[in-house]
């Protein structure tokens, strides 16, 4: 029996009938019809044994601890780091980025090394967007050997990927992408959620049945997101996203997901002819271009994941012309600058009405914690009093709606981190200085409140 249903391509929600609107996300004009097969065989909901995660038998807890899962080196010890020590065997790895950032590269590296190790099952590469020939010259450039246990195979249909699953027995799967895999048994185009929930759990059946590590590489759209992202997302273990500029510059591997390690780990690599190498020292690299004496500009010690990274945080403030003046922000999420500039402008003293902001962190790179509050606070109070911060300053600390400043964890490693860069000084929470937190070789200022940034700017424009 066949079966058409219209399913919004941002969120994945089914409605019976076409609508303009989505009720699941409210997006406009997301809905796409979809015709799928009964909903008798395959595509029911898979969960819990279904996806081939368990025998359907409860266990004791010492027998499950004994079926701990090994690891594999990937050949790049940050990459391991990102997915907490190495694939696991058996997992589903997501591997999110915009074209050209270098996914396909990535996943080279990983399946070359893998190919070349000992062992008696072979690694596969499935391409739905690059021929054989393609693949196996990248591979070869990426420094594979001729006589690796590699297999690659140009195709778009899942059919072909499970023949050869079955005809090879790979331990290792790597899918280049996703999105154009196509279930024949469904008529949707390739691409479209009810495909890449169809095509998605069944690899991941496969991979959990026959201890298989499936590497799938996924699309995301303009905005960021992974295509289908809901869909995808909860059917994997690991979701890795890949962020960079495709110019150059340093490429950003971030685990956003992770069932078998951290999440927020965060790995920096570099592009070069001889395929993506590691950055030794990441915040050295961040800070390269940095302008000396131009205000507007602060460095934050971040610590999203487990190792700290120094980024620098520019500003730009003007007299805005619009009837509401403009908050940018590349790298910082908008709505937190927004509520930053008013926390700043209603308690701090530094007026941002009727002026426009700009925010953005340099070399293409994104905070994405409220510890860079104070940093962004003390680019703008830089930018406004047309003054530089101090080329040895280190600022970072969280920024509440009364404009408190709240103690962030991992003061210490941040500092650390600063210290090894030459940083002296340090801008930071004053919980963060009570509590001990300060390692030897930096002098840190305690801040509790944004206002005594500004004082503390007209104090240094004063030259106290
Ligand atoms: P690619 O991995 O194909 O990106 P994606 O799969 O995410 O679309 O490659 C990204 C870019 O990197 C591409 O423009 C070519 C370049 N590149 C190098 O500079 N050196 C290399 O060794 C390789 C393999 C690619
Ligand atoms: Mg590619």
Known sequence: ???????????????????????????????????????????APRTGSALGVGTGKAVAL??????????????????????????????????????????????????????????????????????????????????????????????????????????HDPAVVAVDSVQTLRASELESAAGSVSQLREVTARLVTH???????????????????????KVLEHLVDVVLSFDGQRSGGPRLLRSVKNRFGASGELAVLEMSREGLREVPDPSAL??????????????????????????????????????????????????????????????AGLSLRDRDVFVSVAGGASIDEPAADLAVACALASSVADLALPGDLVVFGEIGLAGEVRAVPRCTQRLEEAVKL?????????????RGEVPPGITAHGVSHAREIAQWIDRKAEGR
């Not at 201890?211 to 303009?222: A, D, S």
């Not at 030459?422 to 009570?434: C, T, W, Y």
């Open 286 to 347: 961040f800070l390269a271009e940095r302008p000396k004496d131009v205000p507007g500009s602060a460095v934050v010690s971040s610590a999203d994941g487990a190792r700290p990274l120094l980024m620098e945080v520019q500003a730009l403030v003007t007299p805005s012309a619009m009837p509401v003046p403009r908050r940018v922000a590349t790298g910082v999420d908008t709505t937190r600058l927004a509520i930053l500039a008013a926390v700043l402008s209603q308690r």
């Open 422 to 434: 030459g940083f002296k000084r340090a801008l930071i929470p004053r919980a963060n200085v009570d």
């Open 207 to 229: 991979a959990k049945q026959h201890k298989r590590t499936v590497l799938l590489v996924g699309h995301v759209t303009k905005d960021g997101s992974l295509a289908g992202p």
């Open 62 to 167: 010492s027998e499950a601890l004994a079926d701990e899962p090994s690891r594999t080196p990937t050949g790049m010890s940050e990459i391991d780091r990102v997915l907490g020590g190495g694939l696991v065997e058996g997992s589903v790895v997501l591997l999110g980025g915009e074209p050209g950032v270098g996914k396909s590269t990535l996943l080279g590296h990983i399946v070359a090394h893998l190919g070349m190790q000992a062992g008696t099952r072979p690694v596969l590469y499935v391409s739905g967007e690059e021929s054989a020939a393609q693949v196996a010259s990248r591979a070869r450039r990426l420094g594979v050997r001729d006589d690796a246990r590699m297999r690659i195979l140009a195709t778009s249909e899942l059919s072909d990927v499970e023949e050869a699953l079955h005809a």
């Open 1 to 43: 029996m066949k079966a058409t249903e219209y399913v919004c391509q941002a969120c994945s929600a089914i409605h019976p009938r076409w609508a303009g609107r989505c009720n699941g996300c409210g997006g406009w004009s997301t809905l796409v019809e979809e015709r799928t097969q009964s909903r008798t065989r395959g595509a």
